[in-house]
């Protein structure tokens, strides 16, 4: 099972992390849903963490790492802007850019990006 937390209200600007603790060791990918649109792709890594992919829309800005010893994924995500506001999910079983990839979902937790 996945459990995502960290998620807040922060200013445009301001950075937050994300945590994702999994069962076992898979390659893990972040998404996020705005209101009123698909869920988007955010980033991913593999097993090792050695290999990351992120979106455009985030490159620069968020980074995702993996602590194995802790069973924990985080995104960290720096210089937010008001459209970053999303729930955010973290899944479990691809590095790819498509829901259909991965094979279990965490419950989502809400960033907020507002002055």
């Known amino acids: 099972q996945l459990q995502a937390c960290g998620g807040g209200l922060v200013q445009p600007g301001g950075s937050l992390k994300l945590s994702c603790e999994v069962s076992?060791?898979?390659?893990m990918g972040w998404f996020r849903q705005a209101p009123g649109k698909e869920r988007e792709f955010v980033a991913s890594?593999?097993?090792?963490?050695?290999?990351?992919n992120y979106a455009d829309s985030v490159k620069g800005r968020f980074i995702i790492s993996r602590d194995n010893a802790k069973n924990t994924v985080y995104l960290q995500m720096n210089s937010l802007k008001p459209e970053d506001t999303a729930v955010y999910y973290c899944?479990?079983?691809?590095?790819?850019?498509?829901?259909?990839?991965?094979?279990?979902w965490g419950q989502g937790t809400q960033v907020t990006v507002s002055s």
């Open positions: 076992g060791r898979t390659s």
């Open positions: 890594t593999t097993q090792s963490g050695i290999t990351t």
């Open positions: 899944a479990a079983g691809s590095i790819g850019i498509f829901e259909r990839e991965y094979n279990a």
